[in-house]
């Protein structure tokens, strides 16, 4: 089973190919270009690397979201086209999934946050699962730092690029409660996405690659101006569950 897999779920891209379990080739990119100008040229390289053909590719593993409403919107649009032409299955991950298997292994609560701007994260809480990846203990979700950090009484591990945005307020709340990964485990890993995604897969978990869309957890600014003019101006908070 061979698995393309990518991210382009925040600021960075990851790209992957996976020979079952095995890694073969995992690109990684933090150099905020745009993703649109780099998701294609990545695959083809990846692909190159590996000697491998686009035909041969049996699985493609995309992350969904929550994240960066362009960056879901490419990657989906990729996935699509991808699986069109090839014939190729999808399927899903979360985005806060893959950043969790980051800390596989920790006996700590573990907190993946993505800044999803407007000072909020997109985050939920995981426990580690033995072998396999940490399990989601929470719906994933969208708040505050704040709200979120209120009445925390266990030590937690963070990590994401919503941990390193907030890190001075979380310290400030949690004191020795809060822990922090490296730098490199606060991105998500395509090798991660192409992982969870093949489980995903084998327990029977694919896309339509017709109608799938990316879960967003939130309104873009476009409905919300819909949604407020039709309300007559007045202002209304609205969020995706």
Same mark, same amino acid.
């Given at each position: ?61 995309? +992350? ?7 960056? /879901?919107?490419? @990657? $989906?649009?990729?996935?699509? =086209? &991808? ?66 950090? +209120? ?7 963070? /990590?994401?690029? @919503? $941990?390193?945005?907030?890190? =001075? &307020? ?72």
């Amino acid at each position: 089973m061979i698995t393309l897999a990518f991210d382009t779920s925040t600021k960075t891209g990851s790209f992957a190919l996976l020979k079952d379990k095995i890694l073969l080739v995992e690109q990684f990119m933090n150099t905020g270009r745009n993703h649109g100008e780099t998701v294609h040229p990545a695959i083809r390289q990846i692909l190159s690397a590996a000697g491998i053909g686009i035909g041969d590719v049996n699985l493609l593993a995309v +992350t969904v979201g929550p994240g960066s409403f362009t960056g /879901l919107r490419i @990657g $989906a649009g990729t996935a699509k =086209g &991808l699986a069109f032409a090839e014939e190729t299955l999808i399927v899903g991950v979360s985005t806060l999934d893959a950043l969790a298997a980051n800390a596989s292994g920790s006996a700590l609560t573990i907190c993946p946050m993505l800044d999803a701007r407007k000072g909020e994260v997109y985050t939920a809480f995981y426990r580690a699962a033995g072998a396999d990846f940490p399990e989601r203990i929470s719906d994933e979700r969208v708040i505050s730092p704040e709200i979120l950090l +209120t009445d925390m009484d266990r030590p937690v591990l963070f /990590l994401g690029d @919503g $941990a390193i945005a907030y890190e =001075g &307020l979380i310290r400030s709340i949690l004191a020795d409660k809060a822990h922090f990964v490296p730098d490199p485990f606060n991105y998500i890993r395509a090798a991660s996405v192409g992982l969870i995604g093949l489980k995903k897969f084998r327990d029977g978990d694919s896309l339509n690659s017709l109608i799938f869309a990316p879960r967003y957890l939130r309104l873009s600014e476009a409905e919300t101006r819909k949604l407020t003019e039709g309300n007559g101006g007045d202002r209304i908070n609205i969020k995706r569950k």
